[in-house]
């Protein structure tokens, strides 16, 4: 009997204002959010976030990670690798976030949701502006990991709750909404194909 693999959905930014809005929209969408994996930078281990994951009652999972803008691999990114490695775990989106960090490789992704809340085929800065210029690169402190481990569903964004405002709680967050969404539809989308029911929110 093929065992039930958790499904989680990373999150490139664990400071206090996205934590705010990936538990909003975690709620909202009928997910559950790793609270105690928030944090400048990532305070929790892979191993620990496993353990967490495991504990949450039903799917999706959403999960933070932050590198703090530390140079290399940091625990953000290190702690991503444990989890999309692990045997009980499906990861099957990633949210890659835009940030001003200098000296970063960069997630290429083929699309993103601007600041308008269109799903765009470019990536966007750290204010959800679309640019070309960007060679479909999301540029952030904690993204540089997700094409090296191959995660799927990968869609960029800007700065999550900020992006002027457009993004706030007060707003309904809902460039964040709408990354999730695309996420969840393409993951549907994936199950339906290989012959399993999609599942349920």
Same mark, same amino acid.
């Given at each position: 009997?093929?065992?039930?693999?958790?499904?989680?959905?990373?999150?490139?930014?664990?400071?206090?204002?996205?934590?705010?809005?990936?538990?909003?929209?975690?709620?909202?969408?009928?997910?559950?959010?790793?609270?105690?994996?928030?944090?400048?930078?990532?305070?929790?281990?892979?191993?620990?976030?496993?353990?967490?994951?495991?504990?949450?009652?039903?799917?999706?999972?959403?999960?933070?990670?932050?590198?703090? =803008? &530390?140079? !290399?691999?940091?625990? #953000?990114?290190?702690?991503?690798?444990?989890?999309?490695?692990?045997?009980? $775990?499906? @990861?099957?989106?990633?949210?890659?976030?835009?940030?001003?960090?200098?000296?970063?490789?960069?997630?290429?992704?083929?699309?993103?949701?601007?600041?308008?809340?269109?799903?765009?085929?470019?990536?966007?800065?750290?204010?959800?502006?679309?640019?070309?210029?960007?060679?479909?690169?999301?540029?952030?402190?904690?993204?540089?990991?997700?094409?090296?481990?191959?995660?799927?569903?990968?869609?960029?964004? =800007? &700065?999550? !709750?900020?992006?002027? #405002?457009?993004?706030?709680?007060?707003?309904?967050?809902?460039?964040?909404? $709408?990354? @999730?969404?695309?996420?969840?539809?393409?993951?549907?989308?994936?199950?339906?194909?290989?012959?399993?029911?999609?599942?349920?929110?």
């Amino acid at each position: 009997m093929e065992r039930q693999r958790r499904k989680v959905i990373l999150v490139t930014d664990g400071d206090h204002v996205a934590q705010k809005v990936v538990e909003t929209v975690a709620k909202e969408l009928g997910g559950r959010c790793i609270s105690l994996s928030a944090g400048n930078p990532t305070p929790l281990r892979g191993s620990q976030m496993v353990e967490l994951i495991k504990m949450a009652p039903h799917d999706p999972v959403f999960v933070m990670f932050d590198d703090n =803008g &530390d140079f !290399g691999r940091g625990r #953000g990114e290190r702690a991503i690798e444990y989890v999309v490695k692990h045997p009980d $775990i499906e @990861v099957i989106g990633a949210i890659a976030v835009a940030s001003n960090t200098r000296f970063v490789q960069g997630a290429k992704v083929a699309f993103s949701v601007d600041n308008h809340g269109q799903i765009v085929e470019e990536a966007v800065d750290k204010y959800g502006y679309a640019d070309e210029g960007l060679k479909h690169r999301i540029y952030g402190d904690t993204v540089d990991i997700l094409n090296a481990l191959q995660v799927k569903n990968v869609i960029g964004i =800007g &700065d999550i !709750g900020k992006m002027d #405002g457009k993004d706030s709680l007060q707003n309904g967050c809902p460039i964040t909404r $709408i990354a @999730v969404q695309w996420i969840l539809k393409r993951s549907e989308a994936h199950d339906a194909s290989n012959g399993k029911a999609p599942s349920s929110l």
